[in-house]
């Protein structure tokens, strides 16, 4: 899966003076008039860009992309519109930024440049405009073409991004960065996006090996014996079903010295989750290898942060098994054992993503690090709860929860906090064991998933993301493309980019 992603760079040259396949200039609704710069690359091109626009063939709106043919050092300059000034922000700059770079890859365009100041209209620090000019246009330029045999080699591809500008200033570590992030929001993508007959447990956690051979971390896998005598057997339960034996996945980066408590991030690892024997019904068992994003997510942010040296310690917790039907599956009305001895009583055996993060949780819990966070496609109740605008989350701790709203207007990764109330863990009591795994009405799901994984986290700050919805898009405009999102790994990366 490994692939030659774009370039970027910025340099400082006078725009009339650039020369490239392909200007990206950008103009908000209502305010069409061209600056010193552009007024003199107009000038020199037989004022095209003037005519264009007085002519009313481009009037500035969202979402607006109209390319006028030049043929010069320049040959094509694209118009792109930037809607109301007062209503501009990054979510506009980004989504602008995406899309013209899809429109201009699919016709042929190889390489183009962006002039900066003409999407920063004094809001923004230049800093950030790069930065997230960089994020958008190497995530939405992403394709999964892995498993594409017609007409491969005619597939169409970025290979070099400029950002013009006439500042003296340097922007190597915004570039960096972004396109660290960039790579680690695609590779995830790549991992999701793999099937599950590829994409097995022992093969996602040999490519966790791979991540952590590269970067010198240090990795330790559990297989299915060792998972046992853990006693771990919630994990177990789910995992027994499946031809495919369950592995366990723990990732170490010491970015600050040993001394400090690590972040524990927890991803959910479900390499295909067919509900068990509680079988999902058609079309609801369609894209569940997406299953496993929260367990590819956590793999690739550890990386980032490794390759970046960031300074905070983190381990990544990664269960990873199948949910499948057969003669030995985990039944409804089981009562199975969890790793920090609570009995569990199933009433579901589709909810089996809670069962082997209780496991993980508790295990990560055991190291007593300052904070954990999971991040599990866990339930479908988000679809109802947020659509697929955003992500629902729950958290114990107010700093932890700052963090994360910071994190999610920085990244424009859109979460929104449910709350923990007492009634919820009211729906999980069970009779027969000290807790059940999700309520008698399937009322609040969202939350009482939560709930239950509550039960394994002790008193830790805690915070439980579920990208059951936001994992997966079915439409493909800007940074989005249909298939997997990367979901949370630019939330993550900019809250650990803060870390304090």
């Given amino acids: ?66 390319n006028i043919f030049v043929n010069k050092g320049i040959k094509n300059i694209v118009l792109a519109g930037l809607g109301e000034e007062e209503k501009y922000g990054f979510e506009v700059l980004s989504s602008t930024i995406a899309d013209a770079s899809k429109r201009l890859r699919d016709n042929g365009i190889e390489s183009f440049s962006i002039f900066l100041d003409s999407f920063n209209n004094g809001k923004f620090k230049d800093e950030e405009v790069v930065e997230k000019i960089t994020l958008s246009s190497l995530i939405g330029l992403y394709k999964f073409v892995e498993y594409k045999t017609k007409d491969k080699d005619k597939t169409k591809n970025i290979k070099e991004i400029r950002i013009i500008t006439n500042l003296n200033k340097k922007f190597d570590k915004e570039i960096e960065y972004a396109s660290m992030v960039a790579d680690a929001v695609n590779r995830t ?57 369950p592995r366990m996945v723990v990732l170490e980066y010491y970015g600050n010295g040993k001394k400090q408590k690590p972040i524990a991030i927890v991803g959910k690892g479900v390499t295909f989750d067919s509900g068990g024997l509680n079988l999902k019904p058609y079309p609801f068992i369609l894209n569940m290898k997406d299953d496993k994003g929260g367990a590819v997510a956590a793999m690739h942010i550890i990386e980032a942060c490794a390759k970046l040296k960031l300074p905070v310690n983190i381990v990544a917790v990664t269960p ?142 805690w915070a439980h993301i579920d990208i059951g919805t936001t994992v997966w898009s079915k439409i493909d405009k800007g940074m989005l493309t249909k298939g997997a999102t990367g979901a949370t790994v630019r939330l993550m990366m900019e809250m650990l980019m803060e870390w304090k």
């Avoid at 709930?451 to 986290?457: E, H, P, S, W």
């Fill in 189 to 245: 993508r790549d991992l999701v996006n793999t099937p599950p007959n590829i994409a097995s447990p022992s093969y996602v956690a040999e490519y966790a090996r791979g991540i952590a051979k590269k970067l010198n971390l240090k990795c330790t896998i559990f297989d299915d014996k060792q998972i046992g005598k853990l006693k771990m057997g919630c994990f177990m339960g789910v995992a027994m079903g499946s031809i495919n034996k």
């Fill in 320 to 461: 990873l098994c199948e949910n499948m039907p057969s003669g030995t599956s985990f039944r409804p009305d089981d009562v199975l054992k969890a790793y920090n001895g609570m009995t569990v009583e199933i009433k579901n055996t589709d909810a089996e993503g809670r069962l082997i993060l209780a496991d993980a949780l508790a295990y990560a819990a055991e190291m007593k690090p300052q904070a954990i966070i999971d991040i599990a496609t866990l339930t479908g109740a988000s679809l109802i709860v947020l659509g697929y605008a955003g992500t629902p989350f729950v958290c114990t701790n107010d700093g932890l929860r700052k963090k994360l709203n910071d994190a999610s207007a920085k990244s424009l990764e859109k979460l929104w906090e449910l709350p923990l109330w007492q009634e919820y863990e009211e729906s999980l009591k069970s009779d027969i064991a000290d807790v059940k795994h999700i309520g008698d009405e399937g009322e609040a799901g969202v939350i009482t998933g939560a709930m239950f994984l509550k039960n394994f986290v002790n008193d830790i700050p």
């Fill in 1 to 66: 899966m490994e692939k030659s992603p774009a370039s970027v760079k910025a340099l400082k040259i006078e725009l009339d003076k650039a020369k490239d396949e392909a200007l990206l200039i950008g103009f908000f609704q209502n305010k069409l008039g061209l600056g010193t710069e552009l007024r003199r690359l107009d000038n020199k091109i037989g004022n095209l860009i003037a005519s264009y626009i007085k002519n009313n063939n481009f009037k500035g709106e969202k979402g607006e992309i109209k």
